[in-house]
């Protein structure tokens, strides 16, 4: 059974090493080189900026409209081609016999 | 640089964290330094975990400490500024983990960390247990590493880790098992007495 004594081998091991100590930090040379790094406004990317153009509340009413009007124009477009299409629909059914009688 | 090393003393108190760090965003420079002056020892602390080259370490803390100051416009006040470091820390972790794996992959180096020196003050027992355990968990894919890492040497939860790293709970879960599983395998070929 040797992975149960691993295990408890591993845990000592990580609780022991969590006593370990960073090495000391030359704060003065980190401070540094902050100094010289300019804190200006984050550009945003461009996923940002993306989810931002749908983060107003116009944007759900703008997208209803869309829809609407997108919906409208299939509706239109479809009723014209039915009325385009209807003569020669009628055309060929008489061609291949009409109604039976 | 007394002020300072007094401010890094001071016990953290969320709201003067605030008030420090909503001053450093307005460009004053010597709540920047306060405001590093009081969090770089945790951070320190964090990114030893992840390193075992002093000079890989000090490069870590300054990355931190440059994206802080490059993004605290984009820090909101209502999110706890300590929680924001402590993501920008364990992403500059993970970060370095997904560097070192692809250096390992195409270079077939082993870590050069035997003219590591010991810090003075430090406990030897503890710092030869840290080598060993940094060394075993270095063989882990880096997201696997980073979760055992910070789970194992920093003692947190897998669901606080998670949320730093900005995975929801399953995938957490998942990860965790997995990483686990393969942990052990490691160590069943490495024989840890």
Redesign the interface.
């Known amino acids: 059974m040797?992975?149960p004594s691993?295990?408890q081998?591993?845990?000592a091991?990580?609780h022991?090493?969590?006593?370990?100590?960073?090495?000391?930090?030359?704060?003065?040379a980190?401070?540094h080189?902050?100094?010289t790094?300019p804190?200006?406004?984050?550009a945003p990317s461009f996923l940002e900026g993306f989810a931002a153009c749908f983060a107003t509340r116009r944007a759900l009413v703008a997208c209803a409209a869309f829809t609407t009007v997108c919906a409208c124009l299939a509706t239109w477009q479809s009723r014209e081609t039915w009325h385009e299409l209807s003569p020669w629909i009628e055309l060929l059914y008489l061609t291949i016999g009409g109604p039976s009688t | 640089?007394a002020a300072?090393l007094l401010s890094s003393r001071t016990t953290k108190d969320p709201d003067e964290d605030h008030r420090v760090v909503a001053l450093?965003?307005q460009?004053n420079?010597a709540s920047?330094?306060t405001v590093?002056?009081r969090h770089?020892p945790e951070v320190?602390?964090l990114?030893?975990r992840f390193t075992r080259r002093?000079a890989d370490?000090?490069d870590l803390?300054?990355e931190v400490?440059?994206r802080v100051?490059?993004?605290?416009?984009?820090w909101q006040p209502d999110q706890p500024f300590l929680h924001w470091l402590r993501r920008i820390t364990v992403n500059v972790g993970r970060d370095f983990c997904r560097r070192e794996a692809t250096r390992r992959r195409w270079l077939d180096q082993p870590d050069d960390t035997t003219a590591e020196?010991i810090?003075p003050?430090?406990?030897p027992?503890?710092?030869a247990?840290?080598a060993?355990?940094?060394a075993i968990l270095a063989e882990l894919a880096p997201d696997d590493r980073t979760l055992l890492t910070l789970h194992?040497?920093?003692?947190w939860d897998f669901a606080q880790i998670g949320e730093l790293l900005g995975w929801s709970r399953p995938v957490t879960k998942l990860r965790a098992f997995r990483a686990r599983r393969r942990?052990?395998t490691l160590?069943?070929e490495k024989?840890?007495?």
Not at chain 1, 39 to 42: D, L, S
Not at chain 2, 69 to 74: C, E, Q, T
């Open positions: 040797k992975r691993s295990d081998a591993w845990i091991l990580t022991r090493a969590r006593a370990d100590l960073p090495p000391p930090l030359d704060l003065p980190l401070l080189r902050l100094e790094t804190v200006e406004p984050a | 640089m300072l450093a965003q460009g420079r920047l330094e590093v002056a770089h320190s602390r990114l030893w002093p370490h000090a803390v300054q400490f440059l100051v490059r993004h605290l416009p984009a020196a810090a003050g430090a406990d027992a503890a710092h247990a840290a060993e355990a940094k194992y040497l920093e003692g942990l052990r160590l069943a024989n840890l007495p």
